[in-house]
């Protein structure tokens, strides 16, 4: 299963980084520039275009002809990163005809994605529901009008109703937060609310830890939160902690504890976020959490509160010294880097938080520009 928004590659990636650190390699550190083609913190006026519509470019012709968006790993067509590309687009404005003939390509091909010997995965249903309400199409009539076409009842249909884990969407081991939480945004973007999504709500909001967060595996609430630790790889995490506060902040849920403690103790030193739920020890800030953590502060109203801003950098600025501008080659001016390399993963999941645009997006009336870094020669 590819990357953008399926949680579980986020956490290989994490361990690279860790395994990168610990062989010295170069990865994003100190004012988060890993490269010298990134933007620096004064952009000149020839890099005006701002970082979303930078990136909406970017993902806008690195797309192809016929709507899909090619993995960078597989070299094949890939259903979540095109679901992640429309959702990218529809943020930031742009794209208008990439997103319409990305959802038409989406509406044939998400089949195998969605299902695996016949059953079904409730977190790419829901990626491609938020990516069909996206692109204006209906999640309940994807692609005709057989009942496998329904996506909204068929991710209704995985939800456990009994139990320690009643309310989850999913079967083991297919059951995380992450995954909950797309679900539950997807019901809301496709005004499926109801008993279904109260009951999702009640699951997710008795899975918060003390601490503010959620962490990725634990799937009871009679399951002992674990201290944040980068070096284990265990604890509550920015991505899980974000995706949660987008899904109970739409279903209009509650939190037992206050999320933002919980970003404000993640947040490193350089206005930028790492993985799990602890600044320092080690970790290193990256453009997926900082995405994540920006559009869970956009949903709580919260971006701009001023113990948000280190050393005067923003979570905003700290995302935007993740991209390449100018000093980059041209097919690269305006995407985002992960450890140190152009990463479309994380371009997809930067664009979005750029915007200032926090889950569920709503369709809307796109600019068929491709924006581009405004460069001197």
Not at 74 to 92: G, Q
């Amino acid at each position: 299963m590819s990357s953008s928004l399926i949680r579980p590659h986020k956490l290989l990636r994490a361990c690279l980084v860790a395994s990168l650190v610990g062989l010295g390699a170069a990865v994003p550190m100190g004012t988060a520039v890993a490269a010298t083609r990134a933007f620096s913190s004064a952009r000149s006026p020839h890099q005006a275009v701002t970082a979303a519509a930078a990136g909406a470019g970017w993902i806008a012709r690195d797309l192809s002809p016929n709507g899909a968006l090619v993995d960078a790993e597989s070299h094949k067509p890939s259903p979540s990163d095109t679901a992640s590309a429309i959702l990218a687009l529809v943020a930031s404005g742009y794209g208008a005809n990439q997103v319409k003939s990305a959802t038409n390509w989406l509406e044939h091909n998400y089949s195998s994605y969605v299902s695996l010997h016949g059953v079904d995965n409730a977190g790419a249903l829901a990626l491609v529901i938020l990516a069909a309400v996206a692109g204006g199409a209906n999640p309940t009539q994807f692609g005709g009008r057989k009942k496998s076409d329904n996506l909204v009842a068929r991710l209704e249909a995985t939800q456990q109703k009994s139990g320690a884990t009643a309310g989850a969407f999913g079967t083991a081991p297919a059951i995380d937060a992450f995954f909950q939480s797309l679900s539950l945004l997807a019901l809301v973007a496709a005004k499926a609310t109801g008993k279904v999504t109260r009951l999702g709500e009640a699951y997710l909001a008795g899975l918060q830890c003390p601490d503010g967060g959620w962490e990725y595996a634990r799937t009871a609430a009679n399951i002992a939160c674990v201290t944040p630790n980068p070096k284990t790889f265990t604890g509550p995490d920015t991505s899980s902690t974000a995706i949660a506060v987008m899904a109970l902040v739409a279903t209009k849920g509650h939190f037992s504890h206050s999320p933002l403690s919980f970003f404000e103790n993640s947040q490193e030193a350089n206005g930028s976020f790492g993985v799990y739920g602890v600044a320092g020890q080690g970790q290193l800030g990256d453009p997926d959490s900082t995405a994540y953590a920006i559009q869970a502060l956009v949903a709580l109203h919260a971006l701009g509160a001023p113990q948000f801003t280190k050393s005067g950098v923003t979570p905003e600025a700290a995302l935007a010294r993740f991209q390449f501008g100018c000093k980059a080659p041209a097919s690269e001016q305006g995407e985002f880097i992960y450890a140190s390399q152009p990463s479309q993963s994380a371009t997809l999941e930067a664009v979005p938080a750029a915007a200032g645009v926090a889950f569920p997006v709503t369709a809307r009336k796109l600019s068929a520009s491709e924006p581009r870094l405004a460069c001197a020669a």
